[in-house]
Every structure is written in structure tokens, then in C-alpha cells.
């Protein structure tokens, strides 16, 4: 595994809303990161849809956000037609949507604090079949993703309703994402999405993906991330412990210090 000196980069792979946190984080730690999204959302949002959506809210338990995403291309569509109406709480999967969704001014927002997935979700109080049976509930999400969460609640007996606000699609990385690594400067790659990490091949040309997974540490936020990784024959792959941007940093900072005693 190549690990390189003086200023040690990172590659970032996060859709380009949802890097500065992370960013900022790597750069307090002596990294330079280098933003290189496989994924490119694209919100799929009417104006009709939306008017529709804002005439319903009213009627919801809860507005779940699958994603920070869902977050920041709904709330904004659906308070072109009307103010956000008091009565559904606002949920998500975890602290990373938490935080956009208080940024766009819900301070009281529900998510699991012991995962950061839709079994985290589907574990948690505000989930169980005796707060939700006769509920009406709302997702928003993407199109395609899992269908855990919707199909759950539903056999708990939930109303469950869900607006799609966006799709996702492959970037291909552009020469500017690859001198870094021409360079040696290139430690590790950060990824948080296992459909990201099926996208690696795309994003990066066949020849090319093939030399990096050989040589390349690859940091996972979650184990289903780092299967999709292996699926596709990356050959190092670390798991962080738990959810979040600080302890994939820390596992980061881990692997790179163990690398430079070796």
C-alpha cells in the first residue's frame, strides 16, 4: 500500500453539498483534501409535485429525509408554496442529515444516536409499532436505494407515503481529481455510500480503477460500504467503528500513523 509524505491528501467522495464538514475536519488534521464526488444528485422536484407535497404535510406523524440531499432540495421546494406547518416532526438517519436539517431550521430533529442506518432507524422509539400503527408517514428520498425502512414500517402498520426528489448518477472524475495521485500525494480514498463505491469503476475509467483498488487504502463508514468495496476486489479496506465524520478520520489518522511505524 502506497502511502506518501510532507502533506499527505485524501480523496473525498462525498456528492459536493455534503463535503465542508468532513473537509474541514481533514485539514485540522494535517490533511489536504481532495474533492472527487462519485456521485452527481440531480433533483427531479416539480413545481406541481411540490405544490402537491405542501398541501399534504399537515396530515403527516412524521417527515422522514433519507439524506441530507432530500434535506436541502425539499425543504426549500416545499417553502416556495407555504411555510414548513408545525405539526409533522422532522426525522432522519443521522447526524450528518441532522445537522443540514438544523442548518434549514428545525431545531428539534429525531434520528438514532446508536447507527446511522435504516436498522438504526427502524430500532429506535419513534419507530416501534405502537408509536406508528394508524400513522400516517412521510419519506423523502431518491430514486431506487433500499426499500428496508418503507416496507418495515408499513408491516407495523403504517400509512406510508414517499416523495422522490432527486436521482443519483456517476460522475466520472476529470484530470484535475487525478494529479494529486499522479503526484504521490494520494493516502486514501473516503467513501460513505455503497452505491458510490459500485459507481468507483465508472467514475474512474476500467484501467484506472483497476490499478488503484490494488494499492490504495480505503476507508468505509459502514460495513455495507466496505462489502460493496470488496465485492469489487479493492484489496485495503478499513471499517470505521462507528458513524460519522470524526471517527472515520480518526480511523484514518489510525491506519496512516500504524503505516509510518512499519
Known sequence: MAIVAEKPAVWVTRPLAQTERLSALLRAHGWEPIVAPLLAIEPTVTEEAARQWSETLDGYRWVFFVSANAAQIAVPAIRDHRPWPPGPAVATVGAGSAAALRALGFPDVWYPVDGADSEAVLAASWTQPERVAG???????????????????????????????????????????????????????????????????????AERFEKVRERLLAVANHPRVAEALQTLGWRHVVTAPRPGDDALVATLQECYSREKVQ
Open 135 to 205: 400513522q400516517s408517514l412521510l419519506i423523502v428520498k431518491g430514486e431506487g436505494g433500499r426499500g428496508l425502512l418503507t416496507e418495515a414500517l408499513r408491516a407495523r402498520g403504517a400509512e406510508v407515503h414517499e416523495w422522490i426528489c432527486y436521482r443519483r448518477r456517476v460522475a466520472r472524475w476529470l484530470p484535475h481529481h487525478w494529479e494529486p495521485y499522479a503526484q504521490g500525494r494520494i493516502a486514501a480514498l473516503l467513501i460513505t455510500s455503497s452505491e458510490a463505491a459500485r459507481g468507483l469503476p465508472e467514475a474512474m475509467g
